[in-house]
């Protein structure tokens, strides 16, 4: 039974990794086709300001930081995807939040990953003009990494007031005559 609900978990994580992976193929190849390299599309002009695609490369990590580690950014992104692969069993993923958690995540590295492989750089689009530009990749593992980190911090405090709460109880049993 243990092993039919891990494939079962293991389908979820991968069905959510599929669809950020083809919905990030599928914005990244109509900016390569639509846009030339450095140019914007305004779909609103109103709010160009705030918000427009704007077709860039990048070789190194998030936001264009160390293009020149362009090699060690796909190890980091290949080692992602095969350690969410390999240790996803020892984690939590009967929460859907973790299973979510994980396949955002799993399909954020691996349109990363592809892009580098495919093309040798990522493909960013998304502008929004006071931050760095970024794509569907990696909007998706940021909000995984969110998700994951906000269930943990939860799940410490639980076990911190839980353990606080034994303590007293078992002090208050001791002290009692």
Do not use: C
Request: glycine share 8%; proline share 5%; no cysteine.
């Amino acid at each position: 039974m243990k092993n039919r609900r891990q494939l079962s978990n293991l389908v979820i994580i991968l069905a959510v990794a599929l669809a950020v992976l083809w919905f990030d193929q599928l914005t990244k190849g109509l900016v390569l086709r639509h846009i030339p390299l450095g140019q914007s599309w305004e779909p609103v002009p109103a709010v160009s300001r705030l918000f427009r695609f704007t077709f860039v490369t990048n070789t190194g990590a998030a936001f264009g930081m160390f293009p020149q580690l362009g090699g060690f950014f796909l190890l980091v992104a290949l080692s992602v995807v095969v350690g969410i692969l390999f240790f996803f069993h020892l984690l939590p993923v009967e929460n859907p939040w973790i299973r979510l958690s994980l396949g955002l995540q799993l399909g954020g590295a691996a349109g990363n990953l592809l892009d580098r492989l495919v093309h040798g750089f990522v493909v960013d689009f998304v502008d929004i003009g006071f931050w760095p530009i970024f794509n569907v990749a990696d909007l998706s593992v940021v909000i995984g990494v969110s998700i994951l980190a906000y269930y943990l911090w939860n799940e410490e405090e639980a076990d911190t007031s839980t353990r606080r709460y034994r303590t007293e109880e078992t002090y208050e049993k001791i002290s009692t005559p």
